[in-house]
C-alpha cells in the first residue's frame, strides 16, 4: 500500500493559480498511474486529471482542459496539479490517488490509494 499527502491548497481569487503536490511513500510510485480527483460540499466525487505511469498519456476532465495540467516526477516520488485560471466552481477538496495498472483511468474504481485532500476555495 501507498501513502499519499497532498498540499498546496488554500484560498485564491478568481482567475488565480495554484499548484498542488502529492508525495507519495510506500508502493512503488513509478509503477502505477496517478490521478487527481475532487469533490465539493454535496456533490460526488469526480475525475480531474490522471497521469500513466511513464508520465506520456494523460487525460482531463473537459471542464478542466486548457487550464490544468498534471505532471510527475518519479525521482522524487511527486505528482501535481498545476491549476491556472481558477473558477469559483473550482472550490472543492481535491485528492490524489494511485492508480491499480500503470494506465490512466477516469473511474475511481480503478484508484486504490487515496490521499486525505487539500482543500481548495477560490472567490469570486
Known amino acids: 500500500q501507498v501513502q499519499l499527502v497532498e498540499s498546496g491548497g488554500g484560498l485564491v481569487q478568481a482567475g488565480g493559480s495554484l499548484r498542488l503536490s502529492c508525495a507519495a511513500s510506500g508502493r512503488t510510485f513509478g509503477s502505477f498511474a496517478m490521478g487527481w480527483f475532487r469533490q465539493a460540499p454535496g456533490k460526488e466525487r469526480e475525475f480531474v486529471a490522471t497521469i500513466s505511469r511513464s508520465g506520456i498519456n494523460t487525460q482531463y476532465a473537459d471542464f478542466v482542459k486548457g487550464r490544468f495540467t498534471i505532471s510527475r516526477d518519479n525521482a522524487k516520488n511527486t505528482v501535481r496539479l498545476q491549476m491556472n485560471s481558477l473558477k469559483p466552481e473550482d472550490t472543492a477538496n481535491y485528492f490524489c490517488?494511485?492508480?491499480?495498472?500503470?494506465?490512466?483511468?477516469?473511474?475511481?474504481?480503478?484508484?486504490?490509494?487515496w490521499g486525505q485532500g487539500t482543500q481548495v476555495t477560490v472567490s469570486s
Open positions: 490517488a494511485q492508480g491499480r495498472t500503470p494506465y490512466t483511468s477516469q473511474a475511481n474504481e480503478e484508484y486504490d490509494s
